[in-house]
């Protein structure tokens, strides 16, 4: 999976070429190769409140994860995005833990 600087995806999402939704997938996905506690200062308080709901209860196992698809997905790399989200998730929800968050407005 290919991914693009945070910078480069809020941009993205302010120009319209991209949907606030999968702005979101995204940010999780970044998270699972990079801290969250990077990510988290590029952030508006509104973004962490949308990453903080999924966070709050991550999924149990990879298959619990949302479907991610696009055009021309193949089986394998639909697997390896819901893996990076599985893993995103993962660390996002302990960055809210951890840092005391998960259920105040804003870091």
């Known amino acids: ?26 940010l999780v996905q970044a ?5 969250p506690e990077e ?3 590029l952030l508006s308080a509104e973004q962490l409140g949308t990453l903080r709901t999924p966070a709050a209860s991550p999924p149990r196992s990879v298959e619990d994860t949302p479907r991610i698809l696009a055009m ?3 089986a394998g790399a639909e697997q390896e995005e819901r893996q ?14 951890d840092s005391g968050a998960e259920s105040g407005p804003a870091l």
């Open 1 to 26: 999976m290919r991914q693009l600087p945070i910078g480069v995806l809020l941009r993205e999402c302010e120009r319209g070429r991209i949907t606030p939704m999968e702005l979101d997938c995204r």
């Open 31 to 35: 998270a699972a190769t990079a801290r």
């Open 39 to 41: 990510l988290a200062p």
């Open 72 to 74: 021309g997905t193949t």
């Open 84 to 97: 990076f989200w599985y893993d995103g998730i993962r660390r996002w929800h302990q960055f809210f833990r």
